[in-house]
């Protein structure tokens, strides 16, 4: 008896161990996407509460300066530094507790002169599920190089950004040389957008005329691609890496396509690919006395199947691709007197 118990096999068999192993990558294989779903899910929650703060500091803004911040001021048009003004994003950093980088910085001197903004990154500008919101643009011999990206764009309106022959802006909640008050919001605080996700270095081209007129688009994809030139002279995956720049590329987007959707470049130009998926600028705001900007800067996000976006009235919320681009663009606009549903 005692033999047959000094006998008896006490460790795995190899097939067992395989066994084993087997069923524990199987359970991680399993457990895998329900992690990568909490992670997405908290980094949502983040970008939500970003939004969130910029939309406070921008409300703080409207409260001390008794007006909401230009995207840009140029006292004259033509051959200036397109460099030379500040974005919104500059304009409210003491309300974001970012007093100490606003004190060492002019806002009535070109930011790429100021060394102050070299390598500096404000966190709150960037959203933790875009992985190129930590990577730095050499802007040099620019002073303030390298710079950092905004993943997040003011309201821009629809199609129109600035027109230089009579100072007029878009339909949206920003533009240059003017300085809106909430009070103009007349389709409602709660029914306006002010700011929502974009993509940090998002190619774009910019300085070619629109295609068939200055109208604004039916709000149908293939007819907004339709108005954009086949081909760039100027292409590069630069959109939305300069924070502090005061131009539309850089700080903003447009209702002209709703959330994430692609519009597609029809044949190789500069530094981009035919197909791919760009913005586009008709010409650099400030650049000239006579041409008005017109733009298709598209908010995207890498949150499946959205965007993160925050209201006038400082609410956020998730905005689906599936909107309906008339309701996305209705809520672009700060004066359309459209009616829109809750339910979008």
């Not at 300066?65 to 500059?90: D, K, M, V």
């Not at 230089?164 to 389709?187: E, K, S, T």
């Amino acid at each position: 008896m005692l033999n047959m118990k000094l006998n008896r096999r006490t460790a795995f068999t190899l097939i067992e161990l395989l066994v084993v192993i087997a069923i524990i990558g199987i359970l991680l294989a399993m457990l895998m996407p329900a992690i990568q779903a909490v992670r997405e899910a908290s980094r949502r929650t983040q970008c939500l509460n970003n939004l969130r703060q910029i939309a406070l500091a921008v409300h703080n803004y409207e409260t001390a300066q008794r007006h909401l911040p230009p995207s840009a001021e140029f006292a004259g048009y033509g051959g200036i530094n397109t460099n030379s003004s500040w974005s919104i994003h500059g304009r409210i950093l003491p309300y974001l507790e970012q007093g100490n980088v606003y004190d060492r910085v002019d806002l009535n001197v070109a930011w790429d002169d100021q060394s102050a903004i070299s390598g500096l990154k404000i966190p709150i500008y960037a959203c933790p599920s875009d992985p190129e919101s930590d990577t730095p643009r050499d802007v040099s011999p620019k002073l303030a190089s390298p710079l950092f990206p905004t993943t997040y764009g003011f309201n821009f309106g629809s199609w129109l950004i600035f027109d230089p022959l009579n100072n007029r802006i878009g339909d949206g909640m920003f533009g240059p040389n003017r300085r809106l008050r909430l009070r103009d919001v007349l389709d409602g605080t709660s029914q306006t957008l002010l700011v929502a996700d974009v993509k940090a270095r998002q190619p774009y081209g910019r300085n070619e005329p629109l295609v068939g007129g200055t109208d604004l688009p039916p709000p149908d994809p293939s007819a907004v691609a339709a108005r954009i030139p086949a081909s760039f002279a100027w292409c590069r995956p630069n959109g939305h890496t300069e924070w502090p720049d005061g131009r539309v590329h850089h700080q903003g987007f447009t209702t002209t396509l709703g959330p994430n959707q692609r519009l597609l470049l029809s044949m190789d130009s500069d530094q981009c690919a035919a197909g791919t998926d760009i913005d586009y600028t008709s010409r650099q705001e400030g650049t000239s006395s006579t041409i008005p900007t017109f733009a298709v800067i598209t908010s995207r996000s890498y949150h499946t199947g959205l965007v993160n976006a925050a209201l006038v009235d400082g609410s956020t919320r998730p905005v689906s691709n599936s909107i309906d681009l008339s309701i996305w663009r209705a809520l672009g606009t700060r004066a359309g007197r459209e009616i829109i549903s809750d339910n979008y």
